[in-house]
């Protein structure tokens, strides 16, 4: 699962991994027990210190058409189009570093195990346009 959370200025959060030093959105596995909300929530609160509200589920897609590096599981990722309702940033256990990007100014050194390029493009996509339909693979 990973959050696509904007800022009112339509910038979007990103989260430098402590794992490979590269950036992605937060988020990561489901925790048992717990709502998509209220894992995503969760995710992005604990990796950026922000706090955000789930406003709607942008795609899933089979974790191997989308280009990631082969693994030995199966996984559909889950992309929700979170709004930004307060904290402040905050790196973790997970994370070194918090950012708020502009889609022309996004880094170019993204983590590829946890997010493809034109995962963030098409999230952009999706918060400019608000009635586009979930993607599904």
């Not at 209220?38 to 942008?58: D, H, M, P, Q, T």
């Not at 070194?96 to 999230?123: K, W």
Request: aromatic content about 10%; charged content about 30%; overall charge negative.
């Amino acid at each position: 699962m990973r959050g696509a959370v904007f800022r009112d200025d339509g910038r979007l959060l990103l989260v430098r991994e402590r794992h490979d030093d590269r950036w992605a959105l937060p988020g990561g596995w489901a925790d048992v027990h717990q709502t998509p909300r209220e894992n995503i929530e969760r995710e992005v609160r604990e990796e950026s210190g922000f706090e955000c509200r789930v406003r709607k589920l942008a795609a899933v897609w089979d974790r191997t058409r989308q280009g990631h590096p082969p693994q030995p599981f199966f996984a559909y990722k889950m992309f929700f189009l979170c709004a930004l309702t307060g904290g402040a940033a905050k790196p973790s256990i997970e994370t070194s570093e918090i950012g708020f990007f502009a889609e022309a100014e996004l880094p170019p050194d993204i983590s590829l195990g946890r997010v493809q390029p034109h995962q963030p493009a098409r999230m952009f996509a999706h918060h400019r346009a608000p009635d586009l339909p979930t993607d599904v693979d």
